[in-house]
């Protein structure tokens, strides 16, 4: 009834990268975003009635009745989600990357869609920046999936048909609501990387001149004054110079 709070499984579905899509990129996007997302529930035997969803434009948040078992979502939906995206993304250039926000808890319904507190964490655990820092370190994975630290310890921890709680790892994650406690997991992936891996570049060594040892011969044209400075040793250094200040 509308305006009560029913009990609920969130789903939230992000697109990673959205933003770096042009406006004729993106329905193309979307389009496989509601493809690869809706054939998970199809084949999971998740349907409407028992599944809600509205669209939040690179994203979509589905809530699902009380009666929908919940291993079936963390096992089965989202095994089917993460093989149908390997399937999708072959051969594609710029391959659909998604994160997942998984929670359980009360949900309110209106005329405009759904909402409570409950669906704010699933939707702020999918977007975090430590979601994206590790999808972002898990190159070629096409999918990483964020549950609440109460769904994990409620549903996941127990185990089940396609669900193994130690391919999860535990990260204290700061949200708009506060630090919190959440859980990551890589289909495909024994272990989710270390979100800290996301942010370290491999910096290119400075090019280094010819020649043997820390000590080069280097030919030098100079056109007008100036200092000519190089590091290391300089064993010859032939300098021809036209001209003086110009």
């Not at 594609?92 to 009360?106: A, D, E, M, N, Q």
Request: glycine share 12%; hydrophobic share 35%.
């Amino acid at each position: 009834m509308e305006g009560e709070a029913a009990y609920g499984f969130i789903v939230n579905v992000d697109a990673q990268g959205s933003g770096l899509l042009s406006d004729t990129e993106k329905p193309e996007m979307r389009r496989r975003l509601y493809e690869v997302t809706n054939a998970a529930f199809e084949q999971a035997r998740i349907r409407a009635p028992r599944l809600y969803q509205e669209d939040r434009g690179d994203g979509i948040l589905s809530v699902l009745a009380a009666d929908v078992p919940p291993k079936r979502v963390v096992g089965e939906w989202l095994e089917y989600l993460h093989q149908d995206l390997r399937q999708m993304n072959g051969g594609l250039k710029k391959p659909l990357r998604l994160r997942v926000g998984l929670h359980i808890g009360p949900v309110t319904a209106d005329a405009h869609g759904r909402s409570g507190r409950a669906v704010d964490l699933a939707c702020r655990l999918g977007d975090c920046d430590t979601a994206k820092a590790i999808l972002k370190a898990a190159a070629g994975s096409p999918l990483v999936v964020v549950a609440s630290d109460r769904l994990y310890e409620d549903v996941v921890l127990a185990g089940g048909r396609w669900v193994e709680p130690g391919r999860y790892r535990r990260h204290e994650v700061e949200l708009k609501e506060g630090r919190s406690a959440a859980w990551f997991t890589v289909p495909g992936l024994s272990q989710p990387p270390d979100p800290g891996a996301a942010a370290e570049t491999v910096r290119p060594e400075p090019p280094q001149p010819h020649g043997t040892g820390d000590s080069f011969v280097q030919n030098n044209h100079h056109h007008g004054s100036g200092q000519f400075i190089a590091n290391g040793n300089v064993d010859t250094l032939h300098i021809n110079q036209y001209g003086g200040d110009r």
